[in-house]
């Protein structure tokens, strides 16, 4: 069993979620008024992109361990492992940890499908979870 809270993977699937839904950049130098532009630069792919910094941040500062079974959860998710190789998935995330958590998990391109997923293997879901209880 993962022991990282469960409502702090539901944090980074609902977080993940609007940043998947992030388009290419239209024009990479948008003008000082959003509105000129119809509010386009808050559905494009900025590198600068503050809900992927947000969701960033929140996994970089997490602890080694629910860093560690994140990257499993995601990995279990994708259907690399089932749940009862759990422990595998949490050896293999754990020789793998690196300062790059956040950037890779954020790499994958459906990252709060496969979290989703993984909870879903263990009874959880993130149906009722309210961001601001975190």
């Not at 948008?30 to 947000?54: F, I, K």
Request: with cysteine; glycine share 6%.
């Amino acid at each position: 069993m993962f022991e990282i809270d469960p409502d702090k993977v539901c944090f980074v699937v609902m977080k993940a979620r609007e940043f998947d839904v992030k388009v290419d950049v239209v024009e990479p130098d948008p003008g000082s008024n959003p509105a000129d532009g119809d509010m386009r630069e808050v559905l494009e792919d900025y590198a600068d992109d503050p809900t992927y910094q947000e969701v960033k941040g929140f996994i970089d500062d997490m602890n080694y361990d629910d860093q560690v079974d994140l990257v499993a959860l995601a990995w279990m998710g994708r259907g690399d492992f089932s749940k009862d190789e759990w422990a595998d998935a949490r050896k293999q995330a754990a020789e793998a940890h690196n300062e790059h958590t956040g950037d890779y998990l954020l790499g994958m391109p459906i990252l709060s499908d496969y979290l989703e997923e993984a909870l879903s293997q263990f009874g959880h879901t993130c149906e009722d979870f309210e961001f601001g209880h975190l």
